[in-house]
């Protein structure tokens, strides 16, 4: 994959809904560009002891809400082109689900696949003190998160080093998201972005007449879903398709090859096989193929890319099965190979609604470190008080005693956890709702260019009301 080319992707999706837009054009130029990044170089010692010099960047594409959000990754290819098209994509994916923050991103030039944890914690840390000293990160600034590569470790280290070289700010644990739960995390956070995936699509599968259009009955259940990357977000999404959705889950494909099972595979069964065995090879009851790439092609009702950029290209989406492309990782499917999908008739849920499930429960997770409790603690025993009345209320009216184990889960506190699900399936609902109305009413090409134009149109009323443009 050329790199240049996701960057690209983004801006032509971008253009596409621009045009369509009532903005003026000076505010569009805005809304699109990216207002700050900083590259970096650093030494980082080796394990041997030998120095290597790390590059990395962080981009700040849109500063109309603070603080600027979005994930940091670990990846050989990272590059600067790749960072702006990421973090822009966080401008419209935070717009989009009513998280008030702009868009940033980070990426750091490692494999993530071959370091030692050493030399993770050295450059994480290493990272974390040159975005301070640029004020590149704070509460109120930037804040990051975990994204391809990272996750809740790397987040701890950030928390953990910001914390100790601004010791005179307050609640300084609010300047990452995706925190270990010990370090002021928030439960729910680790598989959020795979269950937000999973609310989407089970969203957009409930519309009847969708459905029909791409030749499919409403619902997940018994669909046949191929899901591309079995790490944070794409084992999480097929945990849910198939546990919650009963969805059939018949490919599953990672760096080393694909698995693929016409009458389906238990999504835990593999993820164990792969954690014990560093491989898909040698799982049983599916075919192994050495060749994962291919393996997008298969037959499928559904196909989750939930891996990397620029999977399906005009190379290969004239060979795609899938009727429905739900987009869980960023930019898996590239402009051109996108005009072939929709020409082809397959639907494609876009990234920048699809995936944000894991910036909304970051912002719950930074409401709760600015206000420096969980948000059960207030709540939970007098929401039991309250249904215990009920339930002795029912119980006197109706001479009958509820039993025990039923009796135990109606009168049940509310726990932080069911909270943070809870709004964030409300969250992918009403955020879906609110793009499938543009999409109708407006007559536009696809979901895309629809959630494209309600970002676009909201970043810029923000600009508007912020008096950026008077
Ligand atoms: P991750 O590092 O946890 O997992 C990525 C997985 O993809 C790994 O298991 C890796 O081995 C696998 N992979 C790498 N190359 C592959 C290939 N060629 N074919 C198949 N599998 C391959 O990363 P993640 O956090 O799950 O992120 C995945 C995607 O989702 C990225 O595009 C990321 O930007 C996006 N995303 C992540 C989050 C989040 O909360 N983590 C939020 C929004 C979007």
Not at 77 to 82: A, I, P, T, W
Not at 126 to 151: H, Q
Not at 253 to 264: C, Q, S, V, W
Not at 375 to 400: P, Q
């Amino acid at each position: 994959m050329s790199r240049g080319k996701f960057f690209q992707s983004v801006s032509k999706y971008f253009d596409r809904a621009a045009a369509l837009s009532t903005v003026k054009s000076g505010m569009l130029r805005q809304v699109k560009t990216c207002n700050a990044v900083y590259r970096m170089r650093f030494p980082v010692r080796e394990d041997n002891g030998e120095i290597t010099v790390v590059e990395a960047f962080r981009a700040e594409h849109s500063f109309h809400r603070l603080p600027a959000k979005g994930g940091i990754r670990f990846s050989r290819r990272v590059s600067l082109d790749e960072t702006i098209a990421l973090a822009a994509l966080m401008s419209y994916k935070c717009a989009i689900v009513g998280v008030p923050f702009g868009g940033a991103k980070g990426g750091v030039a490692v494999n993530p696949a071959t370091i030692s944890a050493g030399f993770r914690e050295r450059v994480t840390r290493r990272y974390t003190a040159e975005l301070i000293r640029k004020n590149f990160i704070g509460p109120d600034i930037d804040v990051p998160a975990p994204d391809y590569g990272t996750g809740e470790r790397e987040m701890g280290w950030i928390a953990d080093t910001y914390k100790n070289l601004r010791m005179n700010e307050p609640h300084t644990y609010a300047c990452v998201t995706g925190k270990p739960l010990g370090m002021q995390g928030i439960p729910g956070r680790r598989q959020a972005t795979g269950l937000g995936v999973y609310y989407g699509i089970r969203t957009f599968m409930e519309q009847a007449e969708d459905m029909k259009a791409v030749g499919l009955s409403p619902g997940v259940a018994g669909k046949r879903v191929i899901v591309q990357g079995l790490g944070n977000v794409g084992y999480h999404a097929a945990h849910f398709l198939q546990n919650d959705g009963k969805a059939v889950i018949v490919g599953i494909i990672e760096r080393e090859g694909g698995l693929y099972a016409p009458d389906g595979m238990d999504v835990e069964s593999v993820h164990r096989h792969r954690r014990e065995t560093g491989t898909l090879q040698g799982f049983p009851g599916a075919t192994f193929i050495e060749d994962g790439q291919s393996v997008l092609e298969n037959d499928c009702d559904v196909l989750v890319p939930a891996a990397l950029e620029e999977q399906i290209t005009a190379e290969n989406a004239g060979r795609i099965q899938a009727k429905i492309v739900a987009e869980a990782a960023n930019g898996p499917v590239g402009f051109d190979g996108e005009a072939i999908l929709s020409q082809r008739g397959i639907h494609m849920l876009p990234d920048l609604y699809l995936n944000a499930g894991g910036v909304t429960v970051s912002y719950f997770e930074w409401l709760k470190n600015r206000a420096g409790v969980s948000f059960d603690r207030m709540v939970s025993r007098h929401e039991e008080l309250t249904k215990i009345g009920l339930v002795e209320a029912i119980e006197s009216l109706t001479g009958r005693d509820i039993p025990s184990p039923a009796r135990q889960q109606l009168v049940h506190g509310v726990s932080e956890e069911d909270m943070v699900i809870a709004a964030l399936d409300q969250t992918m609902i009403q955020s879906f709702h609110q793009i499938h109305y543009r999409w109708k009413s407006r007559n536009l090409a696809d979901l895309r260019t629809a959630a494209f134009l309600l970002g676009i149109e909201r970043i810029a009323d923000s600009y508007a009301q912020h008096g950026i443009f008077p």
